[in-house]
């Protein structure tokens, strides 16, 4: 019940369509222009990757901020797309918990 529980078919309105391929097709200059701060993060971060998302792929994003914050802590999610979300919901609420309760005050 995937489209009709994450209401894919929004995306397709005209509108909203032509935004969206106007944003991916900007993604990559935008993402290399983001990159160039990534060694100012100092805070740990927690990352999700769909290993088969093409909407925003783990080469063109994570990868980068990988090599360059220190406290990335990723978690791949095999056979699964942009919205893992949908697909794990209770796998990313649990890992963001732990990762949450191992936070610093």
Do not use: C, M
């Not at 993604?27 to 971060?45: E, G, K």
């Amino acid at each position: 019940d995937y489209v009709e529980q994450t209401g894919v078919k929004l995306g397709l309105r005209p509108e909203v369509f032509l935004a969206n391929s106007q944003d991916v097709r900007r993604l990559s200059d935008y993402l290399v222009a983001q990159s160039q701060r990534y060694s100012s993060i100092n805070l740990p971060l927690l990352v999700f990757v769909g290993e088969g998302d093409d909407i925003v792929p783990a080469w063109n994003h994570v990868d980068r901020l990988q090599l360059q914050v220190a406290d990335l802590q990723r978690v791949d999610f095999e056979n699964t797309g942009h919205a893992l979300h949908h697909v794990h919901p209770q796998a990313i609420a649990d890992t963001i918990r732990v990762f949450s309760e191992q936070l610093p005050d």
